[in-house]
């Protein structure tokens, strides 16, 4: 069984993007709490996920790389909105962090993941990592396309 670990975190505006990132469109399938089930192209590619229930910063993963051609149909089925983002890798120590730059309705959203081996998993923070945000579930991208941060009180 796959299993995702990783915490979420807040990007202060200090950090700057290192290239040119890759675009990203995400729909869901299914968003029920029991598990979600989403469709992205991700550069070229296309991607089938499904996610079981969040227990603490762990759960269920599986993912799988469909045709593009495939992910573009699966979008046509989705939730509405789409979600759009674009997504820049940084190594930082031993451990890959994924910021997601995100654009439309959650513009101004700009959010760090890291996976982790496991819960108790240390890592260094990067001088840009700003507030955690791992069980705050209007961070969940699935919660975004429902109430996107644009929506939020300040």
């Known amino acids: 069984m796959a299993k995702e670990i990783e915490r979420k975190f807040l990007v202060q505006a200090s950090w700057q993007p290192q290239d040119e990132g890759i675009k990203i ?28 229930k969040n227990q603490g910063i762990s759960r269920t993963e599986f993912e799988y790389e469909i045709p593009r051609s495939d992910a573009e149909e699966l979008l046509k089925l989705a939730e509405q909105p789409i979600l759009s983002k674009t997504r820049y890798l940084e190594q930082h120590g031993n451990r ?12 101004g959203l700009v959010v760090a993941e890291v996976e982790l081996p496991d819960e108790q998993a240390e890592f260094s923070r990067p001088d840009w990592l700003g507030q955690e945000v791992s069980g705050d579930v209007r961070y969940y991208n699935a919660n975004l396309i429902k109430k996107p941060f644009s929506l939020w009180k300040k």
């Open 25 to 52: 469109a995400q729909g869901y399938l299914s968003t029920v709490p029991e598990r979600t089930v989403r469709v992205r192209i991700k550069g070229d590619k296309g991607y089938l996920t499904i996610k079981g």
């Open 96 to 107: 890959l962090w994924e910021i997601d730059v995100f654009a439309g309705e959650n513009q």
